[in-house]
């Protein structure tokens, strides 16, 4: 008794987020490339080798002039743009027969991908627009009712801010000896600054580290503290980085509550420093959590 008659509105609504993004993706990258068209088919020399050398060789390539590194990063991230938009129509994704299926799922992630981007990059609303088109879009299965109720369900939670990526080697930290530089999935973490304190089973890790996305060149610099006083039970926080004065009086509170073995001082600690947002070890990235 299932129907397939969810795909045309979910293409329509690609379709409609691909070209709605198309005029400002030329005009904002065509600033700064020859060809805008060229350099996103040209970009798969880029995804296959992320390398700075490669991307260097690239705008080398297409560069209307040499470019500042903020400009570079917005290139990258025009033509992730692109090529999220263009992973959305993956065949898979209309293979079978309800949309809530994983496969789906996947191709809605990437244009949700999208979106996300073209909010950053052009400074205006796409989401709402695009959630009204995908309610458009019934799934066979009323608990997951429309496109616009599996995009809130399934894609939202799986997006990635600065926060969680770091709070994912925050947290993974307790368990692995990185070294000063590592790379955990599209991300490059360099450790500037590494405090950890032992008593017994319980542990402490207060630390800054540099983070850059392997895909755009983005960075930012992250502070965060981690308690782990035992089994499951792990404290954490992390944000971004505000200054030698504020991590200073951090490091130093945190691990005179812990030296005290007052560890209810040091999660209110944890919850003052890094407000209500806390993390443990559901903040690790799945394959991690599995792992640990």
């Not at 981690?226 to 971004?240: S, T």
Request: proline residues 3%.
């Amino acid at each position: 008794a299932w129907h397939q008659t969810w795909r045309t509105p979910l293409r329509q609504a690609l379709d409609w987020l691909r070209d709605t993004l198309a005029p400002h993706y030329e005009s904002r990258l065509g600033q700064l490339l020859r060809d805008p068209w060229e350099a996103r088919n040209d970009y798969i020399n880029v995804i296959l080798n992320r390398s700075w050398e490669s991307v260097e060789r690239f705008l080398a390539q297409h560069a209307v002039r040499k470019l500042p590194e903020a400009d570079t990063i917005t290139v990258l991230k025009l033509l992730e743009l692109q090529r999220h938009l263009m992973l959305m129509y993956t065949s898979c994704g209309w293979f079978f027969d309800e949309l809530s299926g994983i496969e789906t799922v996947q191709d809605i992630q990437y244009a949700g991908r999208a979106v996300e981007l073209a909010e950053a990059l052009f400074c205006e609303p796409i989401e709402a627009s695009w959630l009204e088109r995908l309610m458009q879009a019934q799934s066979n299965i009323p608990e997951y009712r429309d496109g616009a109720h599996i995009y809130q369900t399934f894609v939202k939670p799986a997006m990635v801010d600065w926060e969680r990526v770091g709070a994912h080697y925050a947290v993974s930290s307790l368990f692995e000896e990185y070294p000063e530089r590592t790379r955990i999935y599209g991300y490059t973490f360099d450790r500037e600054d590494d405090q950890r304190v032992e008593a017994g089973k319980a542990k402490l890790i207060v630390g800054r580290a540099l983070a850059t996305s392997d895909m755009t060149r983005e960075a930012a610099r992250l502070s965060f503290g981690v308690l782990h006083i035992g089994d499951h039970h792990i404290n954490g926080g992390v944000q971004l980085f505000r200054g030698e004065e504020g991590y200073r009086v951090l490091v130093q509170e945190l691990t005179e509550a812990f030296t005290k073995a007052d560890f209810s001082e040091a999660i209110r600690l944890l919850d003052r420093h890094f407000g209500e947002t806390t993390y443990s070890l559901k903040s690790l990235f799945r394959d991690e959590q599995r792992k640990v």
